[in-house]
């Protein structure tokens, strides 16, 4: 079945530096990949998100890659803040047949250290 | 209304009891999905619903959980025979639209949550 894979678990960069985490994804056949953020007892809420048909979006300090080939992407956070730390989930749509089905991965809790 | 929202937002119950959870999502959203999180986990696809009916309940883990939506709004998730690995914050998203033309109307928003602690 389809099945997203994200690494690491936890990340601690310094305050300023940047952040890089890591999601592969089963299914070639997916093509919406979205990142949520999940700061402690609050809801997961989308950051960024992107479609198949680009390699890269970004939105400030956030930029996603895709390669499609390999079937995996990236979230990339540069010049990190202390109000970045929380859990990153990636996520990724099902096959044809579910393709509103959207899969999480386990998670990255980073940590910003000052 | 302005958000998703989730009742209760804590459950605590015995083994064997019956529960019911429930999502009311934003006005107008016609998808809507189930997700269950335990700690340090992401969340865990259960069942998503376009409309009334269940479009995919493939996430479902067994026969004791169950899920409604009769008037293609609020949702009702029913779980039998509480078990205490059923223990887990229970979220609820919806979204504009579901399906395979995944054009911006379909980002997921979230529900705070329901805590459910089977003892």
């Known amino acids: 079945g389809e099945n997203v894979e994200q690494h690491p678990s936890t990340l601690s960069v310094q305050e300023g530096d940047s952040a890089v985490i890591k999601c592969t994804y089963s299914?070639?056949?997916?093509?919406?990949f979205p990142w949520y953020k999940q700061e402690l007892g609050k809801r997961p809420q989308l950051i960024i998100d992107?479609?198949?048909?680009?390699g890269e979006k970004k939105d400030q300090r956030i930029a996603v890659t895709l390669n499609k080939t390999a079937k995996h992407f990236s979230l990339h956070i540069t010049e990190t803040q202390p109000e970045d730390s929380a859990v990153y989930f990636c996520a990724a749509n099902g096959p044809y047949s579910s393709a509103s089905k959207i899969i999480f991965g386990s998670g990255t809790r980073l940590s910003i250290r000052p | 209304g302005a958000g998703v929202s989730q009742t209760p937002s804590n459950k605590v119950t015995e083994k064997g009891k019956y529960v019911e959870l429930r999502c009311d999502p934003i006005?107008?959203?016609?998808?809507l999905y189930w997700y269950r999180q335990s700690l340090g986990q992401g969340p865990e696809f259960l069942i998503y619903f376009q409309g009334t009916g269940a479009a995919d309940d493939s996430g479902l883990p067994n026969d004791r959980f169950f899920a409604v939506r009769p008037e293609g709004s609020v949702s009702t998730l029913k779980i039998q025979r509480t078990e205490r690995g059923d223990s887990a914050v229970y979220l609820c998203?919806?979204?504009?639209?579901?399906?395979?033309?995944?054009?911006?109307?379909?980002?997921?928003?979230f529900g705070a949550g329901s805590r459910l602690t089977v003892l």
């Open positions: 992107i479609r198949s048909n680009v």
């Open positions: 998203a919806s979204s504009l639209i579901g399906g395979m033309d995944f054009s911006g109307a379909n980002v997921l928003t």
């Open positions: 006005s107008g959203h016609t998808a």
């Open positions: 299914d070639s056949a997916s093509n919406y």
